[in-house]
């Protein structure tokens, strides 16, 4: 299974140097206050980054600006990270974290905070490693963090010190704004943005929401129709240790239907996959046939890669598959054996490429897929041995 996994990620790397590097039109501001126009690599980061890739054209190389050396980078109405000196609180919300101290402790850190609404009011995320905390200011001023400290009260019970309400209230007061409405905003992005939006209306200000074209993407949910061929090779190993080869090239119909989850970073590019495929087998020979129907529930990983051709995108997959057998049936000279395949779990890996997020082809790899067999009395037991290769159309549903 370790070699399988390895081949995935090498592949990986192997088709990524076949994918259309994201430099879109940017700029940065360095130590100096001079604004740099030039094409950044979009990387749609998960955590804060600490530094970014970018190049002056399409042609020049490509370099490397630290927080160090950077104040401000972006793309116009896209993104933008600027630098700041700030005091963040980092503790946990998991139960050995917690202390029963509900105020928070600060640390002093220069970070690249993520701004997602600018205007009169201005409200900033930082994310690391699964820490996710939101800042804001008033423009020119300085920056705080929002609070919201999970913490023990005296006889162990978990609870929250929600601070950031009274620092909303007390920081960005407007006519529309009640303490009632503030009482209900949670320590979320979507509640936070909604409030930043609705103060800046208030206050009759400009402001630019960086979350909106992020919420225009593409959604972050596919079912697709699979239809698709398997060829495989098959050996059954009967009680006495008799191998019975029935050959190498013995072709079978799947059907699956995949459920896809991308994850909303990394520009889209990771995704977890669940596809249960409906799959019927048959090998004969002139003294022994098998025949089987089983449900085989795929699980695993998907990432893809962006070519030029932007309706093109290739992609490759590493997934589990639990075997779910119900209907099996042995012939030997004649005589019909009922079996019980005992289900199993093993691993694919494949290939393909998507056409305009609608059509897609994929190759997909079993190495090895090997079964036990037993009669009804438990007491015989067959074994099989083989591999496949697969061809699955998709038709995205939606």
Not at 209 to 226: E, G, H, M, V, W
Not at 307 to 322: E, G, R
Not at 332 to 349: K, T
Request: net charge positive; glycine share 4%; proline share 2%.
């Amino acid at each position: 299974m370790t070699k399988q996994l390895t081949l995935f990620f090498a592949l990986t790397l192997s088709l990524n140097s076949f994918s259309q590097s994201t430099f879109v039109k940017g700029y940065f501001i360095n130590n100096a206050n001079e604004k740099t126009n030039c094409l950044i690599k979009n990387v749609d980061w998960l955590n804060n980054p600490t530094e970014f890739r970018y190049r002056i054209n399409e042609n020049s190389k490509v370099k490397t600006l630290t927080i160090d050396d950077v104040k401000e980078f972006g793309v116009l109405n896209t993104f933008k990270y600027v630098r700041h000196i700030v005091d963040i609180e980092r503790s946990g919300k998991l139960a050995k974290e917690l202390d029963y101290d509900k105020n928070p402790i600060f640390n002093t850190e220069q970070l690249f905070l993520k701004v997602l609404i600018e205007g009169k009011a201005i409200l900033y995320s930082y994310e690391d490693k699964g820490l996710t905390r939101y800042f804001f200011s008033k423009k020119n001023a300085e920056v705080n963090q929002l609070v919201s400290k999970h913490y023990l009260s005296n006889v162990n019970q978990a609870k929250i010190n929600n601070e950031f309400r009274r620092q909303l209230w007390i920081a960005l007061k407007c006519e529309s704004i009640s303490m009632n409405s503030l009482k209900k905003i949670r320590y979320r992005k979507s509640d936070l943005v909604q409030f930043f939006v609705k103060y800046n209306e208030c206050s009759k200000s400009e402001f630019v929401n960086y979350q909106k074209k992020k919420n225009k993407k593409k959604d972050l949910f596919n079912l697709t129709l699979r239809p698709g061929i398997r060829n495989s090779s098959f050996v059954l190993i009967n009680p006495n240790e008799q191998e019975i080869d029935f050959g190498k090239n013995l072709t079978s119909f799947r059907l699956g239907l995949e459920a896809e989850f991308i994850f909303g970073f990394n520009n889209n590019k990771w995704a977890f996959l669940f596809e249960p495929t409906y799959h019927q087998f048959n090998a004969d020979l002139q003294t022994t046939s098998f025949k089987q129907k089983r449900i085989e529930f795929n699980f695993g990983l998907r990432h893809y890669i962006y070519l030029k051709k932007k309706d093109v995108k290739l992609f490759a997959n590493a997934s589990f598959i639990y075997v779910n057998n119900f209907n099996n049936q042995l012939t030997e000279r004649g005589n019909s054996i009922s079996i019980e395949m005992h289900d199993n779990l093993n691993v694919a890996l494949g290939i393909g490429c998507k056409y305009k997020d609608r059509f897609s082809l994929e190759l997909r790899h079993l190495p090895s897929t090997n079964f036990i067999l037993s009669d009804s009395s438990g007491e015989k037991l067959w074994y099989t041995r083989t591999q496949s290769l697969s061809i699955a159309l998709g038709y995205t549903l939606f």
